[in-house]
C-alpha cells in the first residue's frame, strides 16, 4: 500500500479511545496517510467515540497514529477486512486498484473511496462484487474540524448507511453531496492551497510597501479569513458584501479595481482550468490501467 506519509503533528490526550472492545465491528481505514491522519485528528477533537481500526504496511506509522489517536492498528489487511464495518480506502489513486484486488471477501458491503479520479464504476469493476461504495472528497483542514468533504452514493448504496457515512464526515466538518460529474470541478476548487497561495501574495504585496513580515501577514490574514467569515456567518450576500467594503472612490476600490483590470479573475479561471485538465488526464491515464 503506497500511502503519505505525512500525519498531523498534533498529539491528544487518551481521554477516550477508538479502537473500541476487541473484535468489535469497526471504521477501517486501509491506508495511514495525510488524510487518515487528518480525520483521525478531527474525529478526535468531536468527541467520536465509535470504533476505528487502521491497516497499513508501515508499523513505524501505525504504532504513531495508535499513540496520537487511541486508534486500532494492524498490518494485516485480512484481520483488518473481517473487523470492518465500513471499509475506508485511504491510498493513494495509483494504488487503488492493486489494493481492491487483494481485499477479497470483506464481512461488509460498504466502502467509501477518498480517491481522486478514480469514479464508481472503477471501484465496482476492480473490488469484490458485493461491496457497495460511495466517494468522498474530504479537505485536510478537517483536522481542525473545519473540513469541508463532497460525497456521492452508488445507487444501491443502503440509506442507513448513507446516514452513517454522512454523519462521519459532518464530525469534521461541512458535507456537500454532488453529482459525481462534478466531483473534478469540485477537487479543483475547494483545496486549502487557494487560501494559501493568496495569502502569500496579499501578505508579499504588503511587505513591498513597507510592511513588516509579521505584520504583512497578519494584515492579509485578517483580509481573507476574516472576510470569508464575515459571509459565513452574516446573512449578506456576497455582491452586497463587496459594494459595503469596497466603497466607491474609496481605498478598497481602487485596489479592486486594478486587479481587476490587471486580469485577476481570468488568473484564477485559467488556474482553475489547468488543474480540471489534470485531474480529468490522470483519470483517464488510471482508468486505462496505467
Known sequence: ??????????????????????????????????????????????????????????????????????????????????????????????SVRELLGQIGEAHTTRAVSLAAGIPLSKLRQWAPSHLLWARAMPSPLARFGRGLTAITFDRNFPSEARREVRSLFAKVGQVLEIPESKFDAFTVTYSSSHGYHALAALAGAGEELGLDRRTALTAAAHALADGILAWRESKITLDDLLREAATPGGIAAAALANMDKSGYNKIVHRGLRAGMLRAQRGSKARQRGK
Do not use: W
Open 1 to 94: 500500500m503506497k500511502v503519505d506519509h505525512m500525519t498531523a503533528a498534533r498529539t491528544f490526550p487518551r481521554k477516550r479511545s477508538l479502537d473500541g472492545a476487541p473484535g468489535k465491528k469497526a471504521v477501517v481505514f486501509l491506508g495511514g496517510g495525510r488524510i487518515t491522519g487528518a480525520l483521525l485528528a478531527g474525529l478526535r477533537l468531536a468527541g467520536y467515540d465509535k470504533p476505528i481500526m487502521v491497516c497499513d504496511r508501515n508499523p513505524g506509522k501505525l504504532q504513531q497514529l495508535r499513540r496520537r489517536y487511541s486508534v486500532a492498528v494492524d498490518p494485516s489487511l485480512p484481520r483488518a477486512r473481517e473487523r470492518a464495518r465500513l471499509l475506508v480506502i485511504a491510498v493513494r489513486p495509483d
